[in-house]
């Protein structure tokens, strides 16, 4: 069974950084597509960001290009998310996915597994 855990959320003012981390035990991620999703407060689960399983492409959403970056360590089976001019809309509860097919996507209900989420908030 695989498991999913965020870590490195927190409070932030806008135009500052953090980075998620998601480690994964169980199995190895390496082939699986792995991805970033948050939710804000009344708002559906919106996608962030993806890796592919082979090759690691990726792919961002146009709200975060240029500002987050996603990379994968798969000798540590870790996920991360370097996120930089943090902005108050990025306020959301910031989720990591696992997706078995290995193919990046941005659709939520490719992904098999998920994290219990950290939370994000950036302050004006």
């Known amino acids: 069974q695989v498991q999913l855990v965020e870590s490195g959320g927190g409070l932030v003012q806008a135009g500052g950084s953090l980075r998620l981390s998601c480690v994964a035990s169980?199995?190895?991620?390496?082939?699986?597509?792995m991805g970033w999703f948050r939710q804000a407060p009344g708002k559906e689960r919106e996608f962030v960001s993806t890796?592919?399983?082979?090759?690691?492409?990726?792919y961002y959403a146009d709200s975060v290009k240029g500002r987050f970056t996603i990379s994968r360590d798969n000798a540590k089976n870790t996920l991360y998310l370097q996120m930089n001019s943090l902005k108050p809309e990025d306020t959301a509860v910031y989720y990591c996915?696992?997706?078995?097919?290995?193919?990046?996507?941005?659709?939520?209900?490719?992904?098999?597994?998920w994290g219990q989420g950290t939370q994000v908030t950036v302050s004006s």
């Open positions: 169980g199995r190895t991620l390496r082939s699986y597509a």
């Open positions: 890796i592919s399983g082979i090759g690691s492409r990726t």
């Open positions: 996915a696992a997706d078995a097919a290995g193919i990046a996507t941005t659709r939520v209900v490719a992904y098999d597994h």
